[in-house]
């Protein structure tokens, strides 16, 4: 199983003998307003995906599916929207099947709790995109643990912060890797809506068994958390060995 990191949380999974597209935020840099209300107002995406866009549609050409975790535009853009073949069989949480679907793809099926697909299993999980009222604005969000025969399970936990949905997850499902959205972002007032270094260390201490992947950094204006700074606290804490935090475009082994 391999995850080829793109940019933010989007990546390829290559699981048995599959590729998904997960959460496809596709538009150069600069594209898209900024996210209001936030510490600074640089337009987003911050940086570009890590390929000329030569490469990026010979990669959509080769996939056999999309998941999507929400449809924030930092997970479902204009360009994907634009880009992405509408034939591709498209995964969602349901109650965004309709606004898929609108844009004309063709096979869009929601996972109210779990589907068979091919040889892979997908579950989907709960969270919270933040606290209290503000999480409540943010809508729904889902995370889904992924199985394939022969491969190490797998948790994608989606725009969540640490809560009981998580950590009820990892203790059911034991996953063997687990990919956390981080980034710390934030708005002007509230607490954090995604996972911040506490909410890291708290999920290598509940799986212990677990590699933790770290994306959902340095592409976002309201994402203040760095990959350097995790990198530090991780180190100073004594969990940088079970985390890894890849650069755009980086090929990882799971």
Known sequence: MQL?????????????????????????AGAMNPVGNAANDRRIPLVDLPFP???????????????????????WDAA????????????????????IASSGFTSVTPVVADIAWRGLHLTRTGGHHGTGELAAQMGNVSGFILQSTGEPLLYIAGDT??????EAVLNNFRPHRVILNTGEARFLTGDPITMGVEDVVQVCR??????????????????????????????????????????????VTL
């Open 4 to 28: 080829h990191f793109w940019r933010h949380a989007t990546f390829v999974l290559s699981i048995g003998s599959l590729k998904l597209l997960v959460d496809p935020m596709l538009s150069p």
């Open 53 to 75: 866009e030569s490469v990026l549609h010979e990669n959509l050409n080769k996939l056999d599916a999309v998941l999507v975790t929400h449809l924030h535009r930092d997970h």
């Open 80 to 99: 994907a929207v634009e880009w992405i073949p509408r034939t591709l069989p498209v995964f969602c949480q349901p109650g965004d099947e309709t606004t």
């Open 161 to 166: 912060v640490w809560c009981a949905e998580v």
């Open 206 to 251: 509940a799986a212990p068994q677990a590699r933790v992947i770290a994306v959902h950094m340095e592409t976002i204006n309201h994402c203040l958390l760095t990959r350097v700074a995790l990198r530090d606290q991780l180190q100073q804490r004594g969990f940088l060995d079970q985390v890894a935090i890849p650069a755009d475009g980086e090929l």
